[in-house]
């Protein structure tokens, strides 16, 4: 199946950014949804943002404004710029993505993840 890699991540200051990149083996063409979750120590993993293969984009309420993500189908690629960080943000941050096969029927696809540190 396609892999995944992520790459980016890196240590910033408040109010900082940082561009992450993910790069897939093979072609994201027939993936419906790209997009990036993040977890934080003791926390859950979570949804950050996604970017459907029509180019609609739904983000996390606490990120919207400061983030933005973007796909290149041709490239291979899904990005996320994060901009005006929070220490809040601090997290590892994972790529996925979403192949709908039929009603019911999907599959998954995760990268190794990239850490983000945010220092205050």
């Known amino acids: 199946q396609v892999q995944l890699e992520e790459s980016g991540g890196g240590v910033v200051q408040t109010g900082g950014s940082l561009n992450l990149s993910c790069t897939a083996s093979g072609s994201i063409g027939n993936i419906n949804v790209m997009g990036w979750y993040r977890q934080a120590p003791g926390k859950a993993r979570e949804l950050v943002a996604d970017?459907?293969?029509?180019?609609?984009?739904n983000y996390v309420d606490f990120v919207k404004g400061r983030f933005t993500i973007s796909r290149d189908n041709a490239k291979k690629t899904v990005t996320l710029q994060m901009n005006s960080l929070k220490p809040e943000d601090a997290a590892v941050y994972y790529c996925?993505?979403?192949?709908?096969?039929?009603?019911?029927?999907?599959?998954?696809?995760w990268g190794q993840g990239t850490q983000v540190t945010v220092s205050s």
């Open positions: 970017i459907s293969n029509e180019g609609a984009t």
């Open positions: 996925n993505g979403y192949r709908v096969i039929r009603n019911g029927v999907h599959l998954t696809y």
